[in-house]
């Protein structure tokens, strides 16, 4: 099953496949890891294949260092009124930062930690400017109830999948796309009314409306997550490379981000408007 994430979506690309390790017994596509004219496991570098504590040490030390740069950023970078500009300021160019560099490992074949890991830090970052500002002047208290709110979500789906209440599938996979390629352009929409004198653009940022779209998003982000357990499934069974692991940690990484950012909308929107 090909995920839809852009970096889950490299893994294998670019692998010739072998006869042997076409259609494996186990039910799986086809193997898109194997070396040309060498099974998977006949290969020298089996002992280098991927496994599930990979992917949990490489995605716990991306996590880390996002949330370490979101606490760094946190306290040397406060958002009172003397210094709000320059910290928000610091706070756009290091959103700006990771977004080109998840885009360059995004299009890389091969992971590189050092483009990972300095994605993690920029964007955390990031968060950490506008977790504090939220925090401060919007609804204090917020960012700990987003926090697990995003852990609740990941362990809900991770659950659902493991339960196979979730069944990763073709038609789940096309629905989820045009589910999230339909919000993409509905966000795209709002930025443009917002950045053209609409004021709140849509009125996807407040009252019942907003909720609603960042419940969608929720939602959203937890299917793709479901699409990106189930890539790792794929990839250990076809043993995929230990380096590849990064891939993973670093899909996920995005994956959490995004669903900590709509859940930080929703409890910001709720709060405020109480």
């Known amino acids: 099953m090909k995920s ?4 889950f979506a490299r893994w294998g690309a670019g ?17 898109p890891y194997a070396t040309a004219g ?10 280098s294949a991927m496994t599930v504590d990979d992917v949990v040490v490489r995605t716990a030390t991306t996590l880390g260092t996002v949330v370490l740069g979101a606490v760094l950023s946190w306290l040397l970078l406060p958002v009172d009124e003397a ?3 320059r910290s928000y300021g610091i706070a756009v160019g290091a959103a700006l930062i ?14 590189s930690p050092a483009l990972i890991l300095g994605y993690a830090a920029f964007e955390g970052v990031f968060l950490g400017v506008l ?15 987003a926090v697990l709110g995003t852990f609740a979500v990941a362990a809900g789906m991770l659950i659902a999948y493991r339960m196979r209440w979730i069944r990763v599938t073709r038609r789940f996979t096309g629905i989820v796309v045009s589910a999230a390629t339909g919000f993409v352009l ?9 950045a053209f004198g609409a004021g709140g653009g849509l009125g996807f940022h407040s009252g019942g409306l907003g909720i609603a779209f960042g419940v969608v998003g929720i939602l959203l982000g937890a299917c793709f997550l479901a699409l990106d357990f189930r890539q790792i499934e794929d990839a250990v069974a076809f043993g995929a490379h230990r380096d590849e692991a990064w891939f993973a940690a670093f899909g996920l990484t995005m994956t959490l981000v995004w669903i900590y950012l709509e859940v930080l909308q929703v409890l910001t929107i709720f709060n405020s408007d109480n």
């Open 4 to 7: 839809t994430n852009p970096v």
């Open 83 to 85: 210094t709000i500009g």
């Open 15 to 31: 692998r010739a496949q072998s006869p042997a390790a076409a259609e494996p017994v186990t039910g799986f596509p086809a193997n």
């Open 131 to 145: 977790s504090s500002a939220t925090s401060t002047y919007i609804a204090p208290g917020v960012v700990v109830q």
């Open 186 to 194: 509905l966000l795209l929409a709002d930025s443009l009314f917002s």
């Open 98 to 111: 990771a977004f080109v560099l998840s885009m360059i490992q995004a299009v890389r074949r091969t992971p």
């Open 38 to 47: 060498v099974a998977v496991a006949d290969r020298d570098t089996v002992t």
